[in-house]
């Protein structure tokens, strides 16, 4: 694990003091900034060892991006559609939680750094350590205990894989992986 | 009020017809609103004849009531989610539907005839129920908002046969791509305004040039990516009369037949006023629009990301009559100094940033703004997103530029100092606050301590919103504000160390605004339960994100969001589960 010092986190710390101070009294202000939602470090991201990397690359190049929710405060709609001059890839990933049925806490995958249905099955098998088994569009995910299922933006609980890759990462909101008892209503043999 | 206070006359032995043509004359809402407290009869005659209603928060109160108290209802404006939605901070789904609204009149028989919605959801069923539900319909307006598809907008196109305006602004609509402007029946005559820029989808061509040839009336145009130039040029031939046009794509070949023909058609359009587009652009082609920018009073390249300084420049050097111009940061400090010795009636400017998430990247600095306020006394409208400001700019910006009614400064590092002093900008705002005394909305930003709320809380006595973020160092910040800014209506405060003494001494405030946003403060559970108690009349919100349950917070623990806001109607029924509602 590399050390505080290594991951230059004081130079994207936002704290109310000035640059290139270490103000103990700055620091006691900054307790509300610990909390704001600022983009994960690269030691707490995701498992996917493609997003990691291009994670630490961008926290810890000089140039870097204070990457804090909501700021600057710029409408979605104008941060989605506005086409930068650059076409590097963009900061802006689909960021969806992730939680399974029995684990104490949520993770957060990039759903723009998969290509497909597979790459990003594989993934969640890593993190969380499961088998999705089969998929077929007749009876879902076939022989597994874990079945990824998907919010879409209508708030209804769909099966992950039934519909086209790009109308899926432009509608899932959320993941969940459900206990293959409780999935039985989409379809799914256990 | 017209009469003068002669005593002998008695407004009540008029009979109501008269009084109902007088207080058509009244057209604000404030003033209405006083009207109807004057005596019971006055009450009666403006409840009946008031037709445009303004609902700055669709929770304030609920539909049924609205209908009751306002059944020759007309027009509806509907705001939804509170401001700070638009940057990501409110969850989806926490609510601001459409639906119940329309439910509720279409089973009253409200004779509805104008819709504007601004952040709210808006479902497919909701524009089908719309569509059927109002023969006389005429206008809907939707901004920022989202829930529906092209299929809602077939049903608006199909079913409202006296549909003049559909005006789609900045909304995330789901595209499936079907033929939803093939809609418009071929009787459909009556369009005036038609925007869909912010469509993402292919369209039918052949369909929009024989919905443009039949509308003598459109005189508003903006087209979405998908609509090619060759298009356009056919478009203008229709419409020579357009007073407001955005073009799709703007990108073409300048040695083509289509790019000579539009230049001709350019030219017969001598109404033109207001442009906006250039979503795709190819830079080297902007000439063939410097015939019309001498006539142009709205200019609004803000998504023309295609297009680099240079040719900014060299456009804006013919718009002299421009009184309002959206621009990118690509302009420069340079690029706004063309703008102020050729914009002279400049009233509103708006630079965004081309590049949002490199802090290090803006291209416009407090040099900029400056060279603007020196060539543009007339501005009253700013919305600046730079790299950096200091206090001395500002203070020249307020001598300078006296009628600011919006000024809202973005910085890009939310708490960057002065870079040549090293100081706070607190002098700067104060400047531009104590000479501005018409400043009716300002948002803050850069390194600030609780010194610039002091002064906003003595001299912004119009202020009636605020933005602040990364700001203060204790309770006093806000206080300063709660007490100071008689007019405030809205507040939104984020990441500032702002906590439950400001939230709590200012209790008695909250009603008079319409709300307060609070996230990521000081501010404590306990604290929040305790002012929802102490006022019935207020809905106190948490967003609570994390899946913790009730049980297991304490009193003493921060919540991360709150939102506050005065209503009639109680507790809001549609919350979601992550919404507390103390």
């Known amino acids: 694990m590399a050390s505080e010092k290594d991951l230059n986190l004081e130079a994207t710390e936002l704290r109310l003091g000035l640059p290139g101070t270490s103000d103990e009294s700055a620091k006691n202000q ?7 939602n600022k983009r994960a470090l690269p030691e707490e991201s995701m498992s996917s060892n493609a997003t990691a990397s291009k994670n630490c690359d961008q926290e810890t190049t000089p140039h870097t991006k204070a990457q804090v929710v909501g700021w600057p405060p710029i409408r979605s709609y104008r941060k989605n559609n506005l086409q930068p001059k650059k076409s590097e890839a963009e900061p802006s990933g689909i960021y969806v939680k992730v939680s399974m049925d029995g684990a104490p806490y949520l993770r957060k995958i990039d759903l723009k750094v998969f290509k497909g249905y597979t790459e990003l099955l594989k993934a969640l098998e890593d993190m969380f350590k499961f088998k999705a088994g089969e998929y077929s569009e007749r009876e879902g995910y076939n022989g597994s205990e874990f079945v990824p299922t998907y919010e879409d933006k209508y708030g209804d609980w769909m099966l992950v894989g039934d519909v086209p890759w ?13 206990k293959g008892s409780e999935a039985r209503g989409l379809g799914c043999v256990v | 009020m017209f009469w003068g206070s002669r005593k002998t006359i008695n407004m009540n032995y008029f009979p109501d017809e008269v009084l109902e043509h007088v207080f058509d004359f009244i057209r604000s809402h404030k003033d209405r609103n006083s009207v109807s407290l004057v005596c019971k009869s006055w009450y009666k005659i403006e409840k009946y004849s008031r037709q445009k209603v303004f609902l700055g928060n669709c929770y304030s109160i609920g539909p049924e009531r609205l209908i009751a108290r306002f059944p020759g209802l007309k027009s509806l404006t509907l705001k939804g989610k509170p401001h700070f939605a638009d940057f990501n901070l409110v969850p989806d789904d926490w609510g601001g539907f459409l639906y119940p609204w329309i439910k509720a009149m279409a089973k009253s028989r409200i004779g509805l005839e104008e819709l504007k919605l601004k952040r709210m959801v808006v479902s497919d069923k909701s524009l089908e129920l719309l569509s059927k539900s109002f023969p006389n319909f005429k206008s809907l307006v939707l901004v920022s908002c989202e829930g529906f598809t092209t299929d809602g907008l077939a049903a608006i196109a199909s079913n409202c046969r006296f549909l003049k305006e559909l005006d789609l602004q900045e909304n995330e609509v789901e595209d499936h791509r079907g033929h939803w402007l093939s809609c418009f029946p071929e009787s459909c005559t009556s369009l005036a305004s038609l925007n869909f820029a912010c469509l993402k989808g292919e369209i039918n061509l052949a369909s929009l040039e024989r919905l443009v040839a039949r509308s003598p009336n459109l005189k508003s145009l903006r087209l979405n990516r998908a609509v090619p130039f060759d298009t356009l040029q056919r478009l203008l031939i229709r419409a020579p009369q357009l007073v407001d046009l955005g073009t799709g794509s703007y990108v073409h070949d300048p040695s083509s037949e289509a790019y000579n023909k539009f230049k001709a058609a350019i030219q017969s359009c001598k109404s033109i006023r207001s442009l906006s587009g250039f979503l795709e652009v190819a830079p080297c082609c902007m000439s063939a629009i410097y015939p019309i920018c001498e006539n142009l009073t709205f200019l609004n390249l803000s998504y023309a990301a295609g297009l680099q300084s240079n040719e900014l420049t060299k456009l804006i050097q013919h718009c002299k009559r421009l009184q309002r111009l959206w621009i990118l940061d690509c302009i420069g400090d340079k690029g706004l100094g063309v703008v102020a010795s050729t914009c002279n009636e400049l009233q509103e400017l708006r630079v965004f940033p081309s590049d949002p998430f490199d802090a290090g990247n803006a ?32 203070i020249t910006v307020a001598k300078n530029c006296t009628n600011f009614i919006r000024f809202r400064l973005c910085i890009l590092n939310p708490i960057k100092p002065d870079p040549v002093t090293n100081q706070p900008l607190d002098e700067g705002f104060g400047a531009i606050v104590r000479s501005c005394k018409g400043l009716k909305r300002l948002s803050l930003s850069g390194l600030l301590t609780d010194q610039v709320f002091y002064y906003i809380g003595m001299y912004a006595k119009k202020l009636e919103m605020l933005s602040v973020a990364f700001a203060g160092e204790s309770d006093k910040g806000m206080l300063y504000v709660l007490n100071g800014c008689k007019k405030l209506r809205k507040l939104e405060i984020r990441d500032c160390p702002f906590g439950d003494a400001a939230l709590l001494e200012g209790m008695g405030k909250y009603e008079t605004m319409r709300s307060l946003w609070m996230s990521t403060c000081e501010v404590t559970l306990g604290a929040c339960k305790m002012l929802a108690k102490k006022m019935p009349n207020l809905n106190v919100e948490i967003i609570n994100e994390t899946e913790q349950t009730d049980s297991n917070l304490d009193d003493s623990q921060k919540v991360d969001k709150m939102y506050l806001y005065r209503t009639l109607v109680g507790h809001r029924e549609d919350a979601p589960e992550f919404v507390w509602l103390l």
């Open chain 1, 30 to 36: 900054m307790s509300a900034t610990p909390r704001s």
């Open chain 1, 166 to 178: 790009e109308m899926f990462t432009n509608s899932c909101k959320k993941l969940r992986i459900m």
């Open chain 2, 363 to 394: 291209a416009v600095t407090e040099e900029g703004l400056v060279l603007v306020s020196e060539g543009c006394p007339k501005l009253n409208s700013l919305l600046y997103f730079c790299q950096q400001m200091t206090n001395a700019a500002l």
